[in-house]
């Protein structure tokens, strides 16, 4: 994404919208489609966790407090970062997390590969799905999880709709319903075990390295 787009994501995810996620994770932990990508990581004892576009951190904090050994985190969106690091002060976590700013696919060489990737909401927001998709399948070592919106009919006049608006208003961000079968084709190498829908918008998915 060019620094044009990524000033866009911030105007869309800015710091009201952090202080609302962490206040949200306090009061009631995971919910909804979050919750079921962080079930859908599996047993996480013992291993690394790359989160792409994690926001505050709250799935991979979570993942932490059930026996992860340490996570990173790739958001393209600085205005998280304080919210984010009041979290993991709180939980006395700041230690075993490394917090980036950038774009997972422009940054990838430079990012280690982890036992599990967790792209949580993030698919619909990038323009190159098989770019996005296949850099984390090449960073992870066990398991991949994703959570993107579900392709009704419905979802996608909503979405076009939002993304009227956006043009409309000037900005560059944009929502995207990927059609699933490339979703799962861009997973080089990875294997689709499971597809979980939380409410009407969202559906996770879980791919594994063989023999994972």
């Known amino acids: 994404m060019t620094s044009c787009c990524a000033r866009d994501y911030e105007r869309v995810f800015g710091r009201k919208t952090a202080a609302r ?26 291993a690394t966790v ?7 951190g709250a799935i ?15 958001e393209l969106a600085a ?16 230690a075993r997390v490394d917090r980036r700013i950038g774009d997972f696919v422009a940054e990838a060489d430079a990012i280690p590969t ?3 990737v967790l792209m949580h909401r993030v698919v619909c927001c990038y323009p190159d799905v098989e770019a996005l998709v296949g850099a984390g399948a090449a960073h992870a070592r066990a398991r991949m999880v994703l959570t993107y919106p579900q392709e009704r009919r419905a979802i996608r006049a909503a979405i076009a709709a939002i993304d009227a608006v956006m043009r409309v208003a000037g900005s560059t961000f944009q929502v995207y319903v990927h059609p699933v079968d490339r979703i799962v084709a861009a997973a080089h190498g990875m294997q689709l075990v499971e597809r979980r829908r939380s409410g009407y918008v969202w559906e996770t998915a879980v791919f594994a390295t063989s023999g994972r």
């Open 60 to 74: 991979e904090i979570a993942l932490l407090e059930h026996g992860a050994k340490s996570a990173t985190n790739v």
């Open 50 to 56: 790359l989160e792409v576009g994690g926001g505050v």
């Open 114 to 116: 982890h036992d599990v």
């Open 79 to 94: 205005t998280y970062e304080d919210a984010a690091r009041r979290l993991l002060s709180e939980r006395d976590l700041a």
């Open 21 to 46: 996620d962490a206040r949200r994770f306090r009061r009631r932990g995971l919910r909804g489609s979050s919750k079921a990508a962080a079930e859908l990581a599996g047993d996480v004892r013992g």
